[in-house]
């Protein structure tokens, strides 16, 4: 396996790790107050759903002229890629609030709750509810699975990896009865963040014509690049919260503001 | 809002997301490295730079709307 299919598994892995860590907590909420079975149905319909996509749009990738797919696949790796990283750097700063499973399960709970009694047969809201989870927390990562696979024409491993990534945290879930609040998403997607825009902006540019000192090689530098450079973004604006505005920390973490977009 | 309008709105929201102006500027970047490579001159350098100057103005305009969010 080459470097290229190794940052290729790890990135598509982490990536959707993170979401069905959060879609895990919706089907778990849904699931334990309302109806395993429609929770479990909705998983599924999206889990066939996102195949689709997947199947349908992955052979109409990869016809692409690779400079074509290069250019198209590495900006939009980018601004996924910028997205994820903005985020991570935010909440790493505490100028956004972390991912709180708990919180999130608790929420769903009490929503679901508030409907009143289960009914006896077919849960619709449980179906609908997991369904849109699952199928939301899903796209993200159909896409970053698409793009990175088609662009090595690797969609079958960028595939196997999100599959590999979803038994995971299913297990852990099994395992732990609980969602997953120990799971460091933040740094998962901060490395996801870091991967997505270095893979975008060496495919971008290869396909905008510029060549790459070292070829693949220039992974090796750009990755860890990214990574300091986030890193001592992150410092710096530590460095720079005013202490006046910034709240009490709720735990040993990073001091957090909050009013910041979700 | 028509179904397409909907759809539109929901793709333009997944890809671009909250910060149009770094998608954009992700695109003029990929734009510039063309035309430099077009001429025959080394380009590889633009897009880390992009990458940098993006981040940074992104994670500025982000940090202003939270200490005044604050």
């Given at each position: 396996m080459s470097g290229a299919e190794i940052g290729l598994a790890v990135s598509v892995f982490l990536a959707c790790a993170?979401?069905?860590?959060?879609?895990?907590?919706?089907?778990?909420?849904?699931?334990?107050?309302?109806?395993?079975?429609?929770?479990?149905?909705?998983?599924?319909?999206?889990?066939?759903?996102?195949?689709?996509?997947?199947?349908?749009?992955g052979p109409a990738l990869t016809s692409l002229p690779i400079g074509v797919l290069r250019v198209v696949v590495g900006g939009l790796l980018l601004i996924f890629g910028l997205q994820w990283l903005r985020k991570a750097i935010l909440r790493s700063a505490g100028l956004k609030a972390k991912h709180d499973e708990l919180e999130t399960f608790r929420e769903e709970s009490e929503a679901a709750r508030a409907l009143g009694g289960k009914p006896a047969g077919f849960d619709g809201y449980a179906f609908a509810i997991s369904f849109k989870?699952?199928?939301?927390?899903?796209?993200?990562?159909?896409?970053?699975?698409?793009?990175?696979?088609?662009?090595?024409?690797?969609?079958?491993?960028?595939?196997?990896?999100?599959?590999?990534?979803?038994?995971?945290?299913?297990?852990?879930?099994?395992?732990?009865?609980?969602?997953?609040?120990?799971?460091?998403?933040?740094?998962?997607?901060?490395?996801?963040?870091?991967?997505?825009?270095?893979?975008?902006?060496?495919?971008?540019?290869?396909?905008?014509?510029?060549?790459?000192?070292?070829?693949?090689?220039?992974?090796?530098?750009?990755?860890?690049?990214?990574?300091?450079?986030?890193?001592?973004?992150?410092?710096?604006?530590?460095?720079?919260?005013?202490?006046?505005?910034?709240?009490?920390?709720?735990?040993?973490?990073?001091?957090?503001?909050?009013?910041?977009?979700? | 809002m028509s179904r397409v309008q909907a759809f539109v709105l929901g793709v333009w929201d997944f890809v671009v997301g909250d910060d149009w102006l770094t998608a954009l500027g992700v695109v003029l970047a990929l734009g510039l490295t063309a035309v430099i490579a077009k001429a025959s001159v080394a380009a590889w350098w633009v897009m880390p730079l992009a990458v940098l100057v993006l981040l940074v103005l992104s994670i500025r305009r982000a940090a202003r709307g939270a200490t005044r969010n604050g």
């Open positions: 993170v979401e069905a860590v959060e879609a895990l907590t919706i089907v778990l909420a849904v699931g334990t107050t309302r109806s395993w079975s429609s929770a479990m149905s909705g998983v599924a319909a999206a889990t066939l759903a996102l195949a689709v996509i997947v199947a349908a749009l989870g699952v199928l939301l927390e899903g796209l993200e990562v159909a896409f970053i699975v698409l793009t990175f696979g088609a662009n090595q024409n690797r969609v079958a491993l960028a595939a196997a990896a999100a599959a590999a990534a979803v038994l995971v945290v299913i297990a852990a879930g099994i395992a732990a009865r609980a969602p997953l609040a120990r799971v460091p998403e933040n740094t998962m997607k901060f490395a996801v963040g870091v991967m997505l825009s270095s893979f975008g902006m060496f495919w971008g540019a290869e396909g905008a014509g510029a060549s790459w000192p070292g070829g693949d090689a220039a992974l090796l530098g750009l990755i860890p690049g990214v990574l300091v450079a986030a890193n001592i973004i992150v410092w710096m604006l530590r460095r720079s919260i005013p202490v006046s505005g910034v709240e009490e920390p709720a735990s040993a973490e990073a001091p957090r503001l909050t009013g910041v977009d979700a | -």
